[in-house]
């Protein structure tokens, strides 16, 4: 990793975890006013408040979002020329898969099933995963159960990130120019991911899955900080993603479009 990727690591999360920065500022404000230092401290919790006030109130960073899910057009079936299809894991939660001793998904499951469901309606296409090698276990044990053989799936399980999905991926499958791949992956994330796999040498066919911006909204939908809060966690990591790749040269478009 290099420096400019350390610093950036640092303050990203910052920026991805904008709840905890708020937090942080209420907490100074409230220690320089015990302190005494009035004008510091009502300036740290004027701040934050007006933070708080912002992602309460003003659906910013569900446009964002939505702006994301929106980038690819939603695709009904693939073109007859593709090749295959590849999934991206990131499906799986670590975390409480170990605590409790199941499998357990997140809320980008979607994809998975979608997949599944791709695989066996084009059973003449070559399929792939990637991703770590507990994702990896994870997903043979389970397109067995759901009627997938897992010997029919190229696997890799090396990848840490989009980056290594791309990178590894190209290893596994060597795609020529000529080939077409069906790239899947939730919606949100599209645009990062097609612009990483065709760094790559992949001539990707987006095939977007798992939406979560419903599109057509209720009165007083955009209210709350939960939602806002989510959304820009879940968009500005894929943003600051998109930017870096672009600055690295691990993209070639800043923000990867439809061709």
Same mark, same amino acid.
């Given at each position: 990793?290099? &420096?400019?990727? *350390?610093?950036?690591?640092?303050?990203?999360?910052?920026?991805?975890?904008?709840d905890?920065?708020?937090?942080?500022?209420?907490?100074?404000?409230?220690?320089?006013?015990?302190?005494?230092?009035?004008?510091?401290g009502?300036?740290f919790?004027?701040?934050?408040?007006?933070?708080?006030?912002?992602?309460?109130?003003?659906?910013?960073?569900i446009?964002?979002?939505?702006?994301? /899910?929106?980038?690819?057009p939603?695709? *009904?079936?693939? @073109?007859?020329?593709a090749?295959?299809?590849?999934?991206?894991g990131?499906?799986?939660?670590?975390?409480?898969?170990?605590?409790?001793?199941?499998?357990?998904y997140?809320?980008?499951?979607?994809?998975?099933?979608?997949f599944?469901?791709?695989?066996?309606?084009?059973?003449?296409? #070559?399929l792939?995963? *990637?991703?770590?090698?507990?994702? &990896?276990?994870?997903? #043979?044990?389970?397109?067995?159960?759901?009627?997938?053989? @897992?010997?029919?799936?190229?696997?890799? #399980?090396?990848?840490?990130?989009?980056?290594?999905?791309?990178?590894?991926?190209?290893?596994l499958?060597?795609p020529?120019?000529? /080939?077409?791949?069906?790239?899947?992956t939730?919606?949100?994330? %599209?645009p990062?991911?097609?612009?990483?796999?065709?760094?790559?040498?992949?001539?990707?066919?987006?095939? @977007?899955?798992?939406?979560?911006?419903?599109?057509?909204?209720? %009165?007083?939908?955009?209210?709350?900080?939960?939602?806002?809060?989510?959304?820009?966690?879940?968009?500005?990591?894929?943003?600051?993603?998109?930017?870096i790749?672009?600055?690295?040269?691990?993209?070639?478009?800043?923000?990867?479009?439809?061709?």
């Amino acid at each position: 990793m290099t &420096t400019f990727e *350390t610093i950036y690591r640092f303050f990203g999360w910052w920026i991805i975890n904008i709840d905890l920065f708020l937090l942080l500022l209420i907490f100074l404000g409230g220690g320089c006013l015990y302190f005494k230092q009035n004008t510091w401290g009502k300036r740290f919790l004027l701040i934050s408040c007006t933070g708080l006030a912002f992602f309460g109130v003003v659906p910013f960073s569900i446009w964002m979002f939505e702006s994301l /899910e929106n980038r690819f057009p939603k695709m *009904t079936q693939i @073109p007859s020329e593709a090749k295959g299809i590849i999934l991206l894991g990131g499906s799986v939660d670590k975390m409480t898969s170990l605590g409790r001793g199941e499998i357990a998904y997140n809320l980008t499951a979607g994809k998975f099933i979608g997949f599944v469901q791709l695989a066996k309606k084009y059973p003449h296409l #070559q399929l792939a995963f *990637t991703g770590t090698k507990f994702e &990896t276990e994870a997903a #043979q044990k389970d397109f067995l159960a759901l009627g997938l053989d @897992p010997r029919a799936v190229h696997f890799e #399980q090396e990848s840490k990130d989009t980056k290594d999905n791309a990178a590894k991926t190209a290893v596994l499958l060597n795609p020529r120019p000529d /080939e077409k791949w069906v790239l899947v992956t939730s919606a949100y994330h %599209m645009p990062r991911s097609v612009g990483l796999f065709r760094k790559a040498g992949f001539n990707v066919i987006p095939y @977007p899955m798992d939406y979560h911006a419903p599109g057509n909204y209720e %009165m007083w939908f955009f209210l709350g900080l939960q939602l806002s809060l989510e959304a820009w966690q879940a968009s500005i990591r894929e943003w600051l993603g998109m930017m870096i790749n672009y600055m690295m040269g691990r993209s070639d478009e800043l923000y990867p479009s439809p061709h």
